[in-house]
């Protein structure tokens, strides 16, 4: 099947910084991205949708200018998670939709110190 | 949003055991997934059925869709204690919309 890859799979940051997670198609083209988040315990609440060449849609509740995404290119999304607070500890994954399927990136744990 | 409840929210069984889970749903459906969650790990899609199917089976895992009741059910046959994990469905409206995932089932199976 197809392959999202994503990285980094952990990061632990200051409070202030910003974290940049990319997920990558690597044998197909994604022109759309999800991107979820997953606190402890919790399901995945999808974040926002990204398209390539276009801006991103976010779901109610999430701040466009705290979670940047960028789908510069068919291969590659990005979410930036800027001045990163520790309640942005969570876990983020990325999901491409290939017909009927959708495959997941490995996620990425970050932690706000 | 979250569209499906799952329940029971926590199971626990010996090995051995069938463990039964259970989705429901709100909206109309292309189709419904389930998938398992390792703690603090990616997940991985265990099973797809579609709107138009009312069981499906793959190995130990057997799926039912009951799309008058907007519900579906999953029973792993016959269990190890390798699978214990949390369950979830997800559905998808249609081809391009993302999946939404109901709240998870944390299955845990005693050697």
């Known amino acids: 099947g197809a392959v999202v890859s994503q990285h980094p799979s952990r990061v632990i940051c200051k409070s202030g910084t910003s974290v940049k997670i990319e997920c990558r198609s690597l044998?197909?083209?994604?022109?759309?991205m999800f991107w979820y988040r997953q606190f402890p315990k919790q399901s995945l609440m999808l974040m926002a949708t990204?398209?390539?060449?276009?801006?991103?849609?976010?779901e109610q509740g999430v701040e466009k200018d705290k979670f940047l995404i960028n789908h510069a290119s068919l291969t590659l999304s990005t979410l930036t998670v800027t001045s990163a607070h520790p309640e942005d500890s969570s876990f983020y994954i990325c999901s491409a939709p290939v017909d009927t399927e959708a495959f997941f990136g490995q996620g990425t744990r970050l932690t706000v110190v | 949003s979250q569209q499906g409840e799952e329940d029971p929210q926590a199971l626990s069984i010996q090995e051995g055991e069938n463990a039964t889970m259970n989705c429901s749903y709100k909206t109309s459906i292309n189709n419904l997934q389930w998938y398992r969650q390792n703690s603090g790990r990616g997940l991985v899609h265990l099973i797809l059925?579609?709107?138009?199917?009312r069981e499906k089976h793959s190995g130990r895992l057997r799926v039912t869709l009951d799309t008058s009741k907007k519900s579906s059910s999953l029973l792993i046959t016959a269990s190890r204690a390798a699978d214990t994990a949390s369950y979830f469905c997800?559905?998808?409206?249609?081809?391009?919309?993302?999946?939404?995932f109901g709240k998870g089932t944390r299955l845990s199976v005693i050697a």
């Open positions: 044998d197909f083209q994604a022109t759309t």
């Open positions: 059925i579609r709107s138009n199917e």
């Open positions: 990204s398209n390539e060449g276009s801006k991103a849609t976010y």
């Open positions: 997800a559905t998808r409206f249609s081809g391009n919309t993302p999946l939404v």
